[in-house]
């Protein structure tokens, strides 16, 4: 039985529990296994995301192959999402393959067409019970110099978040208050003033992206302000890596990968741990 599910149940009872889903960005069939082992041993609810790249890489089929059997073998929601995803053809495939959440990404259009577009993935999605995020407004902008123009371009602007949901009838929406994809240089700022209108005048759930190296306690904050979706990538990748290094420089003669993988997932698997209790959806399943 395919018990893959879509992220409409589980962000919807995040919202109403007031926590948020991990969404952990996963690569191959390691970093699938440390994150559902975790995610399962903390009775948490997962998101496995997939950049197009990631899907690239590892093959569609393969990664929800992978995710199929943890789905079957766990007793928690686990959801495979495709993140970041621009071609709506290449959405449209994967939930031809029984992907059953995505995220079409059209931030970089113009506010017409990103709606266009989002309509358009979203009526596709919705034949297939699968569930849309989008993104309105551009991630970036934690600079402490960004004058207030340039954020406000930037930036969510809450009423638009409100028309954009209402005409695409997007299933949550990813918002633009000061996070950033990757490393930041100084500590971000996040704008939660923003975030409490949107949250306001928004009925659906709220995702952050870019939540690695944002401190434990802004990311707090935000999940208590309406955020139920936490994208965390780069915090998981450095970690392992890290690690795998290491191994190598103490045996540099290793060539195992059961061996030399071992203490990469082990590095990880801390990581998974404390963003899961960060977004406190460990034991509500
Ligand atoms: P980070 O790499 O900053 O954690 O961003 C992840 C993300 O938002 C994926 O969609």
Known sequence: MDKIVSTREMLLKAQREGYAVPAFNIHNLETVQVVVDTAMEMKSPVILAGTPSTIDYAG???????????????????????????????????????FKSCMIDASK???EKNI?????????????????????GKLGGQEDDLVVDEKDAMYTNPDDAVDFVNKTGVDSLAVAIGTAHGLYKGEP??????LKEIRSKVSVPLV????????DELVKEAISLGICKVNVATDLKIPFSDA????????PDANDPRKYMTPGKKAMKEIVKHKIEVCGSANRY
């Open 116 to 136: 266009e577009i989002v309509k358009e993935v979203v009526e596709y999605a919705h034949r297939y019970d699968t569930t849309v995020e989008a993104e309105l």
């Open 208 to 215: 952050l992206h870019g939540a690695s190296n944002v401190p």
């Open 60 to 98: 569609g089929e393969y990664i929800k192959a992978i995710a199929e059997v943890a789905a079957n073998k766990y007793n928690i929601p686990i959801a495979i999402h495709l993140d970041h995803f621009e071609e709506i053809d290449e959405i449209k495939k994967y939930i031809d393959n029984g």
């Open 189 to 194: 700022k996040l704008d939660f003033e923003r």
């Open 244 to 251: 795998v290094k290491e191994f190598f420089k103490e045996n």
């Open 109 to 111: 259009e113009k506010y």
